[in-house]
């Protein structure tokens, strides 16, 4: 058995379509687990830019079959658009199947979702607007569709009636108007039609994949800090990007992961509200960085928020998830900046600190220690072999790789597929 997880080690965006785009073309599997099409994976293939958000990365492996899995929330409209809009690109060979078990993102989850954001006004969590929570918390309080009630439409009319009694309260509580079942169900019958027959017991073919000895690829989305329970909670999204919790997201056992690649850019962004230690109060230097390294939401367009790298932050996603090798994004980004800085340690209240404090107001209450770097001025785009790097680029890697104790197994100097430095080959 081979199979190899791609997990987002900061607070999502860190490259992860890049890499799976780049294992995809070795698997007979790509698997997504969890998240939405909040998610936004940009992929340079064949020197086009493509975005995508609910499709695996795998799509362009024409030999690769890619399963949207039991807990990825699925807007099943966006998706078609998705598949539409690769389908216009020219990129028509994929196959895909969807979990009888995937949870069906409906309609009234984007009104609840804005709804939700404006209540909460200067305390927003500034989500995606794409309904992940609401859909989230109809699986969580047991009402919610999913994919498998389009195989039985009687059925499916029956959950829906008793669905949309709550739903409805919950939307009008919000002054929001409700749904009708007449509205809503022919849109299912619609959908059923399209869907029916990709849908599959996903835990039945995996199974059987793997005993196949098939190579297998599960897809992150999101980042480890956006994790519902372990990250910077409440601005976090509402499932786990973690690889321990590819098990649960996908109906397989425990050791159905053998190496887990976290992905880390070679700085930090976020998007959305909350805490964010070693963001970069310099705006000049934030918008040049941004600027250089295009930081803008895939998503929403929005600016993404620009920060120093953070051992405590990797280290503490290191004990939580376990990766075992490193991707390291975006390098080529650092070298449009003087000089580079390095957070290596937390104090909370004049005190050094060696775990990740669980609240907001511990968290914004943390002072950061850096210790600075000098940076190259070389492009380093051509760079194919570790030992091509600039000295001061390497040391930079070697310092990371000392604080955390992960191995660089792939560097990563610009968008292209081809613009990458491998070290291992792990899959
Ligand atoms: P994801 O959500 O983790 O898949 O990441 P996004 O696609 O949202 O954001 C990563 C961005 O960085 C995309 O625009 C990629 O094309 C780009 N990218 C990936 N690797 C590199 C790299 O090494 N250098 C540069 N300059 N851009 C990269
Ligand atoms: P990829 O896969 C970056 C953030 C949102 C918000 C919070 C909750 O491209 O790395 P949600 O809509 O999920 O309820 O929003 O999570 N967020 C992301 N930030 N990259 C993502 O995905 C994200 N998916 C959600 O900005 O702060
Ligand atoms: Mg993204």
Redesign the pocket.
């Known amino acids: 058995m081979s199979t190899l997880a791609i997990q987002?080690c900061q607070?999502?965006?860190?490259g992860?379509g890049k890499v799976t785009d780049y294992y995809a073309s070795k698997a007979d599997i790509v698997v997504r687990s969890q998240?939405g099409n909040?998610?936004?994976?940009s992929i340079v293939h064949k020197g086009k830019r493509y975005a995508l958000r609910l499709l695996p990365s795998g799509v362009f492996n024409p030999n690769a079959i890619n399963i949207l899995a039991d807990n990825v929330v699925i807007n099943p409209w966006d998706l078609i658009g998705e598949i539409d809009n690769l389908h216009n690109l020219g990129i028509k060979d994929f196959k895909i199947l969807v979990s009888s078990r995937a949870p069906i993102l409906m309609p009234y989850h984007l009104v609840l979702?804005r709804a939700r954001e404006q209540a909460l006004s200067k305390n927003k969590?500034?989500?995606?607007?794409?309904g992940?929570?609401p859909c989230y918390e109809d699986v969580v309080s047991r009402i919610g569709l999913r994919f498998g009630d389009l195989l039985d439409l009687d059925a499916l009319k029956v959950r829906l009636e008793g669905v949309l009694e709550i739903k409805n309260l919950e939307l009008k509580a919000f002054g929001q108007e409700g749904f009708s079942v007449e509205e809503l169900y022919p849109k299912l019958i619609e959908i059923s039609k399209y869907f029916s027959p990709l849908i599959i017991d996903t835990t039945a073919y995996l199974t059987k994949a793997i005993k196949e000895g098939k190579k297998i690829l599960f897809e992150?989305?999101?980042?480890a800090m956006?994790d519902n329970i372990h990250g910077t909670f409440p601005?976090?999204?509402?499932s786990s990007p973690l690889a321990t919790a590819i098990p649960l997201n996908t109906g397989m056992p425990l050791d159905c992961v053998n190496n887990i690649i976290g992905i880390v850019k070679a700085y930090t962004t976020?998007?959305?509200?909350?805490p964010f230690p070693s963001e970069i109060e310099n705006e000049e230097l934030a918008h040049k960085i941004r600027e250089t390294g295009h930081e803008y939401?895939?998503?929403?367009k929005?600016p993404r928020r620009i920060g120093w790298l953070d051992i405590p932050q990797l280290r503490y996603v290191h004990s939580i998830s376990g990766v075992t090798h490193v991707a390291f994004m975006l390098l080529d980004v650092l070298s449009s900046v003087d000089e580079i800085k390095l957070c290596v340690s937390y104090s909370l209240n004049g005190k050094e600190i060696d775990y990740m404090p669980s609240t907001v107001a511990q968290l914004s209450k943390v002072e950061t220690k850096y210790i600075t770097l000098p940076s190259w001025k070389e492009d380093i785009s051509s760079c194919r072999k570790y030992e091509d790097l600039p000295l001061n680029a390497r040391r930079y890697i070697e310092k990371v790789e000392e604080l955390t104790g992960l191995k660089a197994t792939i560097v990563s100097v610009g968008p292209d597929k081809e613009e990458t430095i491998i070290r291992e080959d792990i899959f």
Request: charged share 20%; net charge neutral; aromatic share 6%.
């Open positions: 987002g607070w999502g965006d860190e992860k998240g909040n998610a936004g994976h979702d969590i500034g989500t995606t607007l794409r992940i929570g992150g989305a999101q980042g956006l601005y976090v999204t509402s976020r998007v959305g509200e909350g939401g895939t998503v929403t929005r």
